[in-house]
């Protein structure tokens, strides 16, 4: 609703000049007043937005190639665990996948392939990717992957940070959590090399 006042001036100099400055400024207060400051002054800040969601969330995309010197790795059984003693299951039965799409040629005969999982709100601070393989000349594998980091003093370690820390009984913690985080999701690559059974 308008809120209009009308300013009479006069025919002859009765009005001074100060006078009719001072109504001008006034109206003029009144107008600004009735926007909200925001819509005058963007102080959004993108970078601060990001890396709040980006070390809020708990989305994961692991991903990466596996390889062997005489397992098939197109088509390998791999198991995701929560824990090391392999109790706590999160994900079980995902096979590997050619490199190549088909029918495309494999040049690596079958030695190389990929492998891709999501994990979504997952709060461990670790996954433990367990290889399902023959057990005749490869025996089963189990690979660590941190997901969360924190420093010597317990503190949770923001996204985009790589270091080295030394605690107090002088040993060193390695923290690389520098994962791009693209579409709501943290993309960890790790690639695997699966070894021989030894004789």
Known sequence: MDDKKKILLGDTDIISRDNEDLFID????????EYKKERFD???????QFDEERNASRYFNVYGFVQATY????????EVWANSGLTIPVLNAISTQALQYAPQFNVFNK???RYNFSLTNYTGKSIFIKFLTNNINMP??????????YDTSGEFVPYGTQTIEIDNDL???DINNDFPFFYNKHWVKKNIYLEN???
């Open 26 to 33: 006034i109206n003029l207060n009144r107008t600004f007043s």
């Open 42 to 48: 963007n102080d959004f800040d993108l970078q601060k």
């Open 71 to 78: 397992t098939n790795c197109n088509n390998l059984l791999y």
């Open 111 to 113: 030695l190389q392939g």
């Open 140 to 149: 089963d594998q189990v690979f660590e992957q941190q997901l969360v980091f």
């Open 171 to 173: 040993n060193t913690i």
């Open 197 to 199: 059974k030894t004789l």
